[in-house]
C-alpha cells in the first residue's frame, strides 16, 4: 500500500472550516509537511510539524499530530476560495534528506 | 531571497529534440532535487544533488541527464524523450543538515513532448 495516505478531495462552502487528513506508516519520521499546489503552480510549503508535537498553529491553519494512530491532519479556519487547491501531506523519514508524499487532497471551496 | 526560480515555464520539443531545464536558488542550500508531476498525481523524485554531487537517481532513464554547475544552479538535460515523459518538472531545494529538513519548490516546468 501506499506510504502516505490522504482522501482525494474535500467540497466545502465559503466561511467553514476544512479539515484534511492524511495517514503515514512510518514511525520513524521525523517532520510531516503540508504543502498547497494551485493549478499549473509549483508546491508552496504552508506548515510542518515535529513529530514529538501533537499540535501546531499558524493563522488560519491548526496541525494535528497522533503520532500513535500515526495520523495527521490540517484544519483551515474560515476557509477562501483562494483556498481551493490540492494539498499534499508529506512525511520525511529519520536519516532521509527525501519526502514521501500522499496522493493529495484536492479542496474545492464554493461561495 | 527565499525562491527557486525555473526556466522555461514551458516547453514544448519533439522526440529528436534536444533541449535543458534550469534551476536556480540563492538560499545557500546545499541539496537540490528534481521531481517529475503528472497531472493530478504527487510529485516523483527523480534525482538529488548534495553538495553538488548526485547522491539519489530513482532509476530515471539516460534520456534525462542531470546536470549540477555550482551550488546554486541545477540543470536537466532533455533528449530522445517520449510523448509519456510530458509532465511538470519541478525543482526544489533544502539545506542539509538543517533542523526542519523542507523542501522549497520553484512553479515549475511544463514540458510537452510531440
Known amino acids: 500500500g501506499e506510504d502516505v495516505e490522504q482522501s482525494l478531495f474535500l467540497s466545502v462552502r465559503e466561511g467553514d472550516s476544512s479539515v484534511i487528513n492524511c495517514t503515514y506508516t512510518?514511525?520513524?519520521?521525523?517532520?510531516l509537511y503540508w504543502y498547497k499546489q494551485e493549478p499549473g503552480a509549483g508546491l508552496q510549503l504552508l506548515t510542518y510539524?515535529?513529530?514529538?508535537?501533537d499540535m501546531k498553529q499558524d493563522q488560519r491553519l491548526t496541525v494535528l499530530l497522533n503520532k500513535k494512530d500515526k495520523h495527521l491532519s490540517l484544519r483551515i479556519a474560515d476557509t477562501q476560495t483562494g483556498d481551493s487547491a490540492i494539498y499534499f501531506c508529506?512525511?520525511?523519514?529519520?536519516?532521509?534528506?527525501?519526502?514521501?508524499f500522499g496522493k493529495g487532497t484536492m479542496l474545492l471551496v464554493s461561495p | 531571497d527565499t525562491e527557486v526560480t525555473q526556466t522555461p515555464k514551458h516547453l514544448v520539443m519533439g522526440m529528436t529534440n534536444k533541449k535543458s531545464l534550469k534551476c536556480e536558488q540563492h538560499?545557500?542550500?546545499?541539496?537540490m532535487y528534481w521531481y517529475k508531476q503528472k497531472a493530478k498525481k504527487p510529485p516523483e523524485l527523480m534525482f538529488v544533488?548534495?553538495?553538488?554531487?548526485?547522491?539519489i537517481n530513482e532509476s530515471v532513464p539516460s534520456r534525462f541527464s542531470p546536470e549540477c554547475p555550482n551550488s546554486s544552479l541545477l540543470n536537466l538535460h532533455l533528449h530522445a524523450l517520449q510523448p509519456e515523459d510530458s509532465a511538470l518538472y519541478l525543482c526544489?531545494?533544502?539545506?542539509?543538515?538543517?533542523?526542519?529538513?523542507?523542501?522549497?519548490f520553484g512553479e515549475g516546468s511544463r514540458l510537452t513532448v510531440l
Open positions: 512510518d514511525s520513524s519520521s521525523t517532520y
Open positions: 526544489a531545494s533544502s539545506q542539509l543538515g538543517g533542523r526542519t529538513g523542507e523542501l522549497f
Open positions: 508529506a512525511e520525511r523519514r529519520s536519516g532521509y534528506s527525501t519526502l514521501t
Open positions: 510539524i515535529f513529530s514529538n508535537m
Open positions: 538560499m545557500g542550500h546545499r541539496a
Open positions: 544533488y548534495s553538495y553538488e554531487k548526485l547522491s
